[in-house]
């Protein structure tokens, strides 16, 4: 699953929208995997967590006069999750359930047109954690069907797409007009469980179809090895709804948090719940530097924001982690200068280290733009070893330049650093300064790097970092 995802709080905090499209459209051709964030300084620890969450839709359709049931006319949402009528502990009232039918759609996202009131259908209507919750859909007007997002590029529904669907959270006790839009309404497909959470709670709603298994895990446990597993734990789901209190969480998102819906053995889906942000404090961090820390640069705040990222994928606070930048400098970037590149460790409770490269360049004065170069999981015990990213440089524009520069980062001893190919063919050799070497372009073919003493002995190959999976 993508982590993480790459999406930035844009409305009061609370909610994540897409990631920068112009950026991804000047890297993708290198590195299509890697994830483009976008960070500003108002809110720079929320804004680069990877946590994929509800997607703006455009929504089609008036204020039409509607039956007073809460079920929407038959055949006006497509069977499925999303069939029959309302479920949950407050189903049975019918002014509760009618109420929060008509509730406007817009909340906090100015903009957002309103379904038409006699195609809304409410599907869940309970409470857990303390909280009231509802789940409400609606035919999405004349709207085209879903398309499939590109995993890769992580491309965003947007406002396609026959049904769409909106969360509404309140107080214990709340009346219909004091339930609020939880998140951002978001295109649906029916016949797919639909989840969501709220990490000041801890509450979290799956409605699925009667029947389905739902479990959870509540973060990936990383072995000493560096291998990453989950542990499921079977939560009740009657007429289809499973619900949790997980206790308030001290993390800004639900990101590490995974649901499974299986139906007759076969697994549905496993993804995470739609999470809106929680008001989030940026955590003291003790980072280590292993080398000489430069001077502030724009690209300083997208480092910080993958460290706080990590932890919300990994479920994990901040004492639970010790970070270690390795090397941070300056590299050419197209238009606006320099690109602030970095190398940094994450010493997990197990011991296995997390190596995480971040590029960021300054797009204002008040923010950057960043994404990351590769990332891997290391066994207890190898997070000295070197470290080789490509990264793809620009100015975070839709029409940059891509400037590609190899970061090599080694123990002090390492002299050099050989370039090879597949075969093992040497392609070039670049000079480390305290083992450290910053050079761009890198050779077509690069599949490896070796480093070497002052004497011409090998000291050891890395490849080029991939990308971690913390799922």
Partial sequence: MDDLTDRLTRLAERTAPPPREDLAAAVVARHRRDRRRRTGTAAVAVAVAAVVVAVPVVVRGGDDPAPATGVAAPGSVPDGVLDGPPRGSLAGDAAFVEGVRRLPWSGDAAGVPEPALDGRRVVFAGEVAGQRWALVAAPNGDQPAPLVPDPELETDLGARGGTVAAWFTGPAGAAPEQMAVHGLPRVVDPAQPLASADPVTGAVVVVTEPGDVVSVSERPEIAADGTASRTWARVDAPDGVALVDRGPSPLPSDAAYRYRVERDGTEVITTMPD???????????????????????????????????????????????????????????????????????????????????????????????????????????????????????????????????????????AASARLLDAAGGVLGEVPLVDGVAAVGPPPDGLASVETLDAAGAVLERAEPLGEALLE
């Fill in 275 to 413: 999470t809106p942000w929680s008001q989030f404090t940026q955590p003291e961090l003790d980072v280590a530097w292993a080398r000489a820390q430069p001077a502030a640069a724009p690209g300083d705040q997208v480092l910080r924001a993958e460290m706080d990222a990590l932890l919300a994928r990994t479920g994990l606070g901040p004492d639970d982690v010790a970070f270690s930048v390795l090397w941070a400098g300056d590299v050419p970037a197209p238009t606006v200068g320099t690109a602030r590149l970095a190398v940094f460790t994450a010493t997990l409770p197990s011991g296995a280290v997390y190596v995480g490269t971040t590029a960021g360049v300054a797009v204002d004065r008040t923010g950057s733009a960043g994404w990351t170069c590769g990332s891997e999981l290391r066994a207890a015990g190898d997070g000295d070893r070197v470290v080789a990213a490509v990264c793809d440089v620009t100015d975070a524009s839709a029409d940059s330049p891509v400037l590609p520069t190899l970061v090599v980062v080694a123990p002090a001893e």
